[in-house]
């Protein structure tokens, strides 16, 4: 099964194509030029690279958020469009999961994944690892830093992941001290999308381009207005 798994939720935006879970060529771009510029040729460069057409991909693995309400936007007309001319069937993943499945591992891996939200808030859940998978622990959601740290276990320790540590470095140190493991990994998440969706899409769940729908978590500055007004 060929996959196309698509992340375009933050500015580290990623393309992977997967032959089942098999990696065959990813494209990584942190950069401010905008998902609408950069994500058609990005993919017309994976597929040309590996001599194949939009007609012999499976499926597709999206990232349908939370994250920039704009990015998640782009990549969501996108892959619809490629899915309605094509019929493929669609996996939506999350940003928060496909980042804890990076720190997947040994049994009982606590795993923060922190993006931030902006305005002092973030998106995070807390995930544990069971080796090949990982388990929602405390809900993906927006919070403020204080609120969630909070809610996360004192005397564990608890892998971060996400461009959130950036900002909250000195909070998450000063709440849990060292026994809060800092990741260097990337914050690129296609190739883990994929693999998230390559499970969904091989047990016959995949949804068609009118059935996604995008995992904000909360609403949207025009949404906001006019709940105001």
């Given at each position: ?24 060529g ?20 994976l ?13 597709y ?41 990076k ?112 995992l ?13 007004e």
């Amino acid at each position: 099964m060929k996959i196309l798994a698509i992340d375009t939720t933050t500015f580290s935006g990623s393309i992977a194509l997967l032959e089942d879970t098999k990696l065959i060529g990813e494209v990584n771009i942190d950069s401010l030029i905008t998902h609408s510029q950069r994500l058609i040729p990005s993919i017309q460069f994976l597929l040309e690279v590996n001599k194949l057409s939009i007609k012999e991909i499976d499926g597709y693995a999206l990232c349908v958020g939370p994250g920039s309400f704009t990015g998640i936007r782009i990549g969501m007309a996108t892959v619809k469009a490629l899915s309605f001319a094509s019929l493929k069937p669609i996996a939506p993943i999350s940003s928060l999961e496909a980042l804890a499945f990076k720190l997947r591992g040994r049994k009982g891996r606590l795993i923060c994944p922190l993006l931030d939200a902006k305005k002092g808030e973030i998106y995070s859940a807390l995930f544990e690892s069971s080796g090949s998978s990982i388990k929602e622990i405390i809900k993906q959601g927006f919070y403020t830093p204080n609120q969630f740290f909070s809610f996360l276990p004192q005397r564990r320790i608890i892998y971060f992941i996400g461009n959130g540590l950036e900002v909250y470095y000195q909070k998450i140190r000063e709440y849990f001290q060292d026994r809060a493991k800092l990741t260097t990994r990337s914050n690129f998440i296609s190739y883990e999308i994929g693999l998230l969706g390559y499970r969904i899409l091989k047990n016959k769940q995949g949804l068609l381009y009118n059935k996604i729908q995008p995992l904000y978590l909360r609403p949207s500055n025009a949404e906001f207005k006019r709940n105001k007004e």
